[in-house]
């Protein structure tokens, strides 16, 4: 049988297919042009988008379980919705669904909004799926590392309540493991929720703390800026996306992303292991 990877050159999509292929399962990835795709030989390729109802069938032809992944766009909730009808009339039963953590909450934030709306149309609709929901992802911040060392600041606006941050590598393991639990249980399972966490709760000071210690001089956190956060994504992505990023930065001073009780310890024994530290990612990153 076969396991459906969408979204499977992102950051999240590859260390899942790499983790399913260490366990010798039988992956397909849908991508949009598999000259680019990058990925093991093992893998099988199909080509088209969440929006190609014609490619997702054929696709779909054969699939089992399917890892549902759908980038940040403005018709990211139409993709899911489309991949999750095509995946329902091709008979598949198991699937595992990339939400966010809080995207109940986050209610303004568009693209938190769109997750949890996908998780609501999943469970009405008695789909049999496990809805992951991460944390902010550590290595969002690959891309701020130059201002780091550069400049002596950590700009992420995060706020003093804390974020519960969970290393992409982590993300993967665990999806992957989730999709085989799916894949080999001798009847589709119940829909479930889960929280994906790292280790620690950490403060924009904090985090600070961290880069000082790894870079051996000090860095600042300047504070909570989001509408000079805004400016500073509007340079590299749409304006509606740079203000989406703002409303979430809003929600992660107002709330911050604090794990339920049970979370971590959930996490790490699904993973046999202890989750990824900060530290840890922020030492990697910067040698």
Request: hydrophobic residues 45%.
């Amino acid at each position: 049988m076969t396991i459906l990877v969408t979204g499977a050159t992102g950051t999240v999509g590859r260390n899942v297919v790499e983790q399913l292929v260490q366990r010798g399962a039988d992956v397909r990835a849908l991508v949009r042009d598999p000259a680019k795709a990058g990925l093991p030989a093992s893998v099988a390729i199909a080509q088209g988008d969440l929006l190609d109802v014609d490619a997702l069938r054929a696709a779909f032809s054969g699939v089992s379980t399917l890892f549902l992944l759908n980038a940040v766009t403005p018709d990211e909730y139409t993709q899911a919705l489309v991949a999750l009808g095509v995946a329902r009339q091709a008979g598949i039963e198991r699937i595992v669904y990339l939400s966010v953590i809080h995207s109940d909450l986050y209610v303004n934030v568009p693209h938190f909004a769109g997750n949890f709306g996908v998780e609501r149309m999943i469970e009405a609709m008695g789909l049999h799926a496990t809805v992951l929901r991460p944390a902010y992802f550590m290595d969002n911040d690959r891309q701020i590392k130059d201002v780091v060392t550069g400049y002596g600041i950590y700009p992420m606006p995060i706020g003093s309540k804390g974020l519960a941050m969970i290393d992409a590598r982590d993300i993967g393991e665990i999806a992957a493991i989730e999709l085989i639990r799916r894949e080999t249980a001798p009847q589709p399972l119940p829909f479930e929720r889960i929280n994906l966490v790292g280790p620690d709760t950490l403060t924009g000071d904090d985090i600070a703390a961290i880069w000082s210690g790894v870079l051996g001089r000090a860095i600042t956190y300047p504070g909570d800026d989001t509408a000079a956060f805004e400016a500073s994504m509007r340079q590299f992505m749409p304006s509606w996306m740079a203000f989406d990023m703002r409303l979430m930065a809003e929600r992660f001073v107002s709330d911050g992303m604090v794990p339920e009780a049970g979370d971590v310890d959930r996490l790490t024994a699904l993973l046999g292991r202890p989750l990824r530290t900060y530290r840890d990612f922020a030492a990697q990153i910067a040698g």
